[in-house]
């Protein structure tokens, strides 16, 4: 049986990106619709939309709307393909962790640099190249979601970290793709979620959309997931990720890291959940992945009133990198990619 999800995160719409407004939920449940390139970038930066996926979506989309700004500037196609390689270059600056949005710009800078069309034929295979990726991405969800409900142990309480659902992808999700799709196969399986400072990803958006799709949740604050493990609370890990290394390291919210090493102290596989997309097989180690540094207010603030007194030092690195001995699989669309990562990550892409 498969599992249906309500929901659809982004999506082209004739000349425009509709999207939800990530900011609000789970207050108020809204799309906002995106028509200009800059209004993208800002979309992205802000985290209107969020989760590498969504985003890699997101600059795609966004490239198309700069190219349809673009329409009226140029004459000569050259000179257009000059100035919108430079758009869809800037768009990657958006967010620097989460690869997929270089990887899904640089989808349509291919299309731009092959193109043997005119202004208006160039616009439309970037559109269509765009809703391609957007389809493509459920359907890898999908798949992802299949090898990993493989793994998930029958009545498994399954922790995850951060928001790697729908709302993180075109919609079904990575990690809560493998949730989902272990649920229709189990409805005796149950999601404990990490609330994720200092975004919340977790309180805000992970127990709202799957509380949305009737999946048991408990929402649990950062600290607690040690002590829910070693009362043998907790079955596996399973999350998301911003960028995986050819070695396996892989860049997740700030937090994931520390799930990772409490899961290897108690004996919890611990699983990373992602599409080959998010695999930068041009970084050797984690320790080569950019870290995206925040604004302090997120630390400093909760909902708009300050938790701390004026002047404290602030530092806010958004992401961390799990080395990947503590990492017991990547399931991917292509299967469960096991030890060692250099070889199997390298498979992956030859098969
Ligand atoms: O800063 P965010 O909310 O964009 O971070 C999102 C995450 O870290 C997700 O876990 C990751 O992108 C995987 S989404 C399928």
Known sequence: MEFKSKIKTIEWIDNYSKMVDQTVVPYEYKFINVTTGDNMFHAIRDMIVRGAPAIGIAGAH???LYAQEGRDKFTNIEDFKIWLIDKAEYMKTSRPTAVNLMWACEKQIEIIRDSKSDINGLIEELKQNAIKLENEDIE?????GDYGAEVVPKGATILTHCNAGALATVGYGTA???VRSAYAKDNTIQVFADETRPRQQGARITTFELAMDGIPVTLITDGMCSYFMSKGMIDMVVVGADRIAANGDTANKIGTYTVAIAAKYH???????????????SIASGKDIPIEERSHEEVTHINGKRICAEGVKIINPGFDVTPHELIAGIITEKGILKPDYNKSISEAFKG
């Open 62 to 64: 966004g490239v198309v």
């Open 176 to 178: 809560l793709g493998v």
């Open 267 to 281: 004996n919890i596989p611990f699983y990373i959940a992602a599409p080959l997309s998010t695999i930068d097989t």
């Open 140 to 144: 890898i969800n999908k798949k992802i």
